[in-house]
């Protein structure tokens, strides 16, 4: 049986939302599995999100550069939210999202790219010298489409050009530009509160769907017993369809009216422009999001609770 310490129940409690004692019951019951408790604490109800959540822990920045056909989001990651202020750190963080743009390259190659007269990998290097924290370029992606726009916005923004949430959106169309880039804006605003996970349905993997279906159908096994095959399988399907209108971008309600799906924004706008417009991809970056970080100052009720 593994231990269930403080930290593991933080851990969760962090990851999820759920309450400390929710944590402590679901991480006994599954052995101390991460994974496995969220599940648990789903199908106990103590969870009703219908998407994971991320843990957001590291420190840093999203940078992003946008140019006529093309934006780019980098994130740089610092062990401080105090270095992630530092004017050096944010100069870096512009100066490489830039390259990325001019560059059209991939992480890899961005690292060995001129940055002043040294390369983005050795600047970086004498900035964590002189600075003395760890730091590193964790993550990059570029947006393209043409004919359109990608438009961007920036959440908890420092300057025009980075924050703690970044995004790009990518619409496809030959209408005016002015106006396919404020639709473009509002679009990567509700990105930013929403956080869809795919553009539609189908572009959600199968292993994401095989193992949200498996929830799912566990869920309406405990709330349809007696209930005929086709009834549970209407259900089912019903939680499914509420999962897609969390999780696909198309599917999900627009945030500025809380009315009207966003592919039927999409609908209106051509209409309205006398053009196709079409949401080709799109890209949401956060400071942090996947990475875990042990912290040590745990709250004093955790660790009674806990015993350890």
């Not at 990567?188 to 095989?210: R, W, Y």
């Not at 009216?257 to 039927?264: G, L, Y």
């Not at 196709?276 to 996947?290: A, D, L, N, S, W």
Request: negative net charge; charged residues 25%; hydrophobic residues 45%.
């Amino acid at each position: 049986m593994a231990e269930i310490t403080a930290a593991l129940v933080k851990a969760l409690r962090d990851q999820t939302g759920a309450g400390m004692m929710e944590c402590k019951k679901a991480l006994t019951a599954t052995n101390g599995d991460m994974a496995a408790a969220e599940d648990e604490l789903r199908k106990s109800g103590a969870l009703k999100a219908a998407k994971k959540a991320t843990r957001v822990a590291a420190e840093g920045l999203i940078g992003l550069a946008v140019g006529e056909h093309s934006g780019v989001l980098v994130e740089v990651n610092a062990e401080t939210d105090f270095v992630a202020r530092n004017d050096q750190f944010k100069d870096f963080v512009k100066g490489a999202a830039r390259i990325a743009l001019t560059e059209g390259c991939d992480l890899e190659a961005l690292m060995d790219k001129k940055m002043g007269a040294a390369s983005v990998k050795n600047t970086l290097t004498e900035m964590i010298a002189k600075i003395g924290e760890n730091m590193s370029v964790r993550r990059m992606q570029i947006l393209s489409v043409e004919p359109g726009v990608v438009a961007s916005y920036v959440h908890n923004a420092s300057s025009p050009e980075l924050g703690k949430i970044g995004v790009l959106v990518a619409l496809k169309s030959t209408a005016d530009r002015v106006r396919l880039m404020d639709l473009g804006k509002k679009l990567a605003m509700h990105i930013a509160a929403a956080a869809p996970i795919a553009l539609t349905p189908a572009h959600i993997s199968k292993e994401v769907l095989d193992h949200e279906r498996s929830v799912q159908s566990e869920i309406v096994q405990q709330n349809a017993a007696g209930k005929p095959a086709n009834i549970v399988e209407k259900m089912l399907e019903g939680r499914m369809r509420k999962y897609y209108e969390d999780v696909a971008l198309m599917e999900q309600t627009w945030v500025i009216d809380q009315e009207t799906k966003i592919a039927k924004v999409i609908e209106n706008a051509a209409k309205e422009f006398g053009t196709p417009v079409e949401i080709t991809g799109f890209v949401r970056f956060q400071v942090g999001e996947g990475i875990e970080k042990v912290q040590s100052d745990l709250a004093d009720e955790v660790a009674k609770m806990t015993g350890h």
